[in-house]
């Protein structure tokens, strides 16, 4: 089974700070991808990237940035934290471009921005 | 562009009723489209997929046919259980491999 991690489940942090969000995943999956997901707006993407050290901008990426040093790994960056970030973002991994290829989800990191 | 309106909820439902949730898509070419299912705490699983029209996605006793003439793909269950209440979305990836989530739609089932 594909299996994505996110390092956190919650994290609570303050306005300003500098915070990381990581994710891994074990399928050797070309295609990362990160989200927030807000009560009524659904997924929105933020970046995502299709192979190393390289990254596009989704949606909404103004506040974030991302890396991606190694296949496996997608970090999310906050390099200066806002309450308007309080929200749940997910980490997904796909392989390939086929339009039928499946996106495969991590649990998520909750995260409260005081 | 691409997008996917869902109907809103959040629908309540007592067990072993029957479940529809509306979902329609806008696209250009031909999309592959998704329900994905979140339970409470937990990240996105896909539930089932259709990739091209008429097609026929099922799994867990949810169905959901691909309806390109309606532009529609909208997800049923004849008889739901508690187990089955979580949040549903519905998605579709296009030709450019835009993926497209809707807004979700919570699922209630009491007892």
């Known amino acids: 089974d594909v299996k994505v991690t996110q390092s956190s489940r919650y994290l609570v942090k303050r306005t300003g700070e500098k915070v990381f969000l990581e994710c891994v995943q074990d399928?050797?999956?070309?295609?990362m991808f990160w989200y927030r997901q807000d009560p009524g707006l659904g997924l929105r993407l933020i970046y995502f990237?299709?192979?190393?050290?390289?990254?596009e901008k989704g949606d909404i990426p103004e506040g974030y940035s991302v890396s991606r040093e190694k296949k496996e790994r997608f970090s999310l960056i906050l390099e200066s934290a806002s309450t308007n970030q309080t929200s749940m973002y997910l980490c997904?991994?796909?392989?390939?471009?086929?339009?039928?290829?499946?996106?495969?989800f991590g649990a998520g990191t909750r995260l409260s921005v005081l | 562009g691409n997008s996917v309106t869902q109907m809103e909820g959040p629908v309540t439902l007592s067990e072993e009723a029957f479940l529809t949730i509306n979902c329609t898509y806008t696209?250009?070419?031909?999309?592959?489209l998704f329900w994905y299912v979140q339970y409470p705490g937990e990240g996105l699983q896909l539930l089932l997929k259709?990739?091209?029209?008429?097609d026929k996605g099922s799994n867990k006793g949810f169905e959901a046919t691909y309806r390109k003439e309606t532009t529609s793909f909208h997800l049923e269950k004849g008889s739901v259980q508690v187990s089955d209440s979580a949040v549903y979305f519905c998605?579709?990836?296009?030709?450019?491999?835009?993926?497209?989530f809707g807004a979700g739609t919570r699922l209630t089932v009491k007892p």
């Open positions: 997904a991994s796909s392989s390939g471009r086929r339009v039928k290829n499946i996106q495969y």
């Open positions: 990237s299709y192979d190393v050290k390289m990254k």
């Open positions: 696209a250009t070419g031909y999309p592959s």
């Open positions: 399928m050797d999956h070309e295609n």
């Open positions: 259709a990739t091209k029209a008429d």
């Open positions: 998605a579709l990836r296009a030709n450019n491999n835009d993926m497209r």
